[in-house]
């Protein structure tokens, strides 16, 4: 590549840079401009709105508050109460996956009969719509109908006689199970395409110096996975801290449960709170991006070199 | 090899990446886009909205005579037919009106959203609205209803009277009652005694594990409603008729006190907290309680299992004794829209619904509770709704659910502070003290 680019005149390339670039700009402006109709318009308009206060009694009145709406938010206990309550979903509900989906992939990276038929199948929770599997495990964690109540009582287990949904730590758990059930999978196809991305050669080499399987999978396949976790870890936790649909349907965000999403909704929705309901969303999307962010930043150098790969 | 070794090829490897590695920068942009964008949709008709208040224009009844032209009713499902049923018998007898029925949500929530967005965009798709109890005060009070109050007023001699007070705010009718809904406590009578306070109730409930009460208490509008239910029968209050705010009282304490208390000990099993009108029902189709509280429509489901014949039917009781038994009024109300174009064929219908003989087939073609009150008594209903009586006592003593036009918020203040105090997490004075204060915020906010 730089040989070529030796050989070509200084002057003649740069004209071309740019007359690439031109048609670059060119041939990318469609899909910017709809980009910023869906996108950039509407994030721009709730900004605006997060700013001014509406009054339900005079339709049309918005009060320009600056940003008085944040202030009440950031001050009052209820943002802060969703967000931490949000954050330990997330880091109880990312971190089982991770471990979890690991194993799954490792198992799915085995060869055996029948392995293409189990790669598929293992999708199926991933491919429920989440408030069909909620409403399932509202189901399983009925107390008085449901099996797992009187599954935990017939044999002594702990957990028998508690109201799951109903108690706090309990229904985070019924919550962060059903993600974990749901989204596994999702996970260990991820991390599945690492695994396959690891040369055998490395396994042999590992296999002459003579490390054992323990040895192999902690100095050789959890290193070399590292960008596939992390990749997996940002989209779960992007997805979690988003989380809505499942404390929506299992406990309407009491016990503990209440989400930055779900407390958003609320007043947006069901208050009709346009102003401090859009602060709220922009809040949420705020935690989401510098979470984003440092992810990508302290996650692992490779992580950046598949984003600059997009880039190119 | 420069490149990462999780991009090499292979065969789901970098596609898989790719995709999802842009798709990551999306993922938070389309949220706030997706949020942004029902934010808009929510906001868009705002701007334009005159302060009309309820001075509102009048509704003529003499415009019914020989209305004719198209009719739209827009409103929730049709989870029983009452509403086709209704429309396709309001055109027979009217052959010069051809009514349709829209659906525009399948819940109550999604009606309402829809109904709003169409008010705010003065649209003139629907001609009459089907309104729940509650929302009386917030579409009049945005002027998107037409003055009532000489339709409404030529027919609520045949109406119960507390449900004619759910189509009112600020001395006007703004809505024609339709058919209506209260409370009823189901209760087996081979267990436990028939209610007659609710001491009573939960004292009988703690004396043997399957004689415990069921009702909702989920936090959601539902545990709202059988809050106040109790609260109402020991003569509490939330707000008064001038706004005021009446939570902050010794009625408040003890009801959620004994509710709490009630809780604790197994009065109400502790499931309760996640309940909602249909686990209720199906906790006690089970078999394992002796009280259940629920609506109406719970009746005919519960004659379909083995239960059948084994339990009883009685108004929501009186909290000690001292004071009268108060159940919270549901149901649905009619209402013209402020940009009706036929507004004459709007009166004709809710004429035909709100008259005697239509309000027979409500109880008996569709088993809702009808606004009338002679047809509770008619033999024809009571072949079929053999609790019609009980029912009439519950709709009769029930109170609306407080007149706001923020009544969202503050049922929210309401379900939030009493789940906290049910599931042991608040103590009663503090949840008394945030209800009377989230109340006030939310007043300030309109």
Known sequence: ?312 | MDRPAFSNPSPAGPRGVRTRSTRRRGVAAALAAAGAISLALSGCGTSASPSAGPTAQAVDPASAKGASGSLSICGGRDSVGLYKGTVDAFMKANPGITAKYIVLGATTDDARTQAVQRLQAKSGECDLFLTDVTWTPEFASQGWLQDMTKVTDAVKGTLIPSTVATTQYKGKSWATPYYTNAGLLYYAKDKVAKPETWKQVYAEAAKAPGNGLVYQAKQYEGLTVNFLELLYSAGGDVIDGQGNVKIDSPETRKVLDFMASGVKNGSADRAVLTYEENSTRLAYESGKYGYERNWPNVYGQLNATPLKGTFGVAPLPSFDGSSKGSGVLGGWNLAISAFSSNPGAAVAFVNFESSPEWQKHVAMDYSQAPAGEAAYSDPEVLAKMPFAQELLVSVKGAKPRPVSPVYAQISEAINKNVHAVLAGDSSTEDAVKKMAEQIKAAQASF
């Not at chain 1, 999978?185 to 590992?206: H, K, N, R, V």
């Open chain 1, 1 to 312: 590549m730089t040989a070529i680019r030796a050989l070509v005149p200084e002057r003649s390339r740069s004209t071309r840079d740019r007359a690439e670039r031109r048609l670059a700009a060119r041939m990318t402006a469609p899909s910017l401009i709809l980009m910023a109709l869906v996108a950039a318009v509407p994030i721009g308009y709730a900004i605006w709105l997060s700013l001014n206060q509406y009054s339900l009694r005079q339709a049309g009145l918005s009060r320009f508050v600056g940003l008085g709406n944040y202030i009440d938010a950031l001050a009052g206990p209820d943002w802060w109460r969703a967000f931490g309550q949000t954050f330990l979903f997330a880091a109880c509900s990312v971190s089982l996956e991770m471990v979890l989906g690991t194993g799954m992939a490792m198992l799915l990276n085995l060869a055996f009969r029948g392995r293409a038929f189990l790669r598929t199948v293992v999708l199926v929770p991933y491919a429920i719509i989440t408030v069909v599997s909620a409403i399932t495990w509202q189901t399983m964690f009925d107390p008085t109908t449901g099996f797992v109540p009187q599954i935990l009582a017939a044999f002594h287990l702990p957990g028998a006689g508690v109201v799951w949904l109903g108690e706090q730590g309990y229904a985070l758990a019924v919550i962060v199970m059903a993600d974990v059930w749901k989204t596994t999978p999702f996970a260990a196809l991820i991390i599945l395409a690492g695994l396959q991305a690891i040369s055998q050669e490395t396994y042999e080499a590992a296999e002459l110096d003579g490390a054992n399987r323990w040895e192999t999978f902690l100095h050789v396949t959890l290193p070399l996975l590292r960008p596939a976790i992390v990749l997996a870890a940002i989209f779960r936790t992007l997805d979690a801290l988003r989380i809505f649909d499942l404390p929506f349907v299992l406990t309407h965000g009491a016990n503990g449960t209440q989400s930055m999403s779900m407390l958003a909704y609320g007043q947006l929705n069901e208050n009709r709170l346009v102003g401090q309901g859009s602060a709220l969303s922009i809040l949420t999307f705020l935690t989401v991006m510098i979470v984003s962010a440092v992810y990508i930043r302290f996650g692992g150098g490779n992580i950046r070199d598949i984003a600059r790969e997009d880039h190119r």
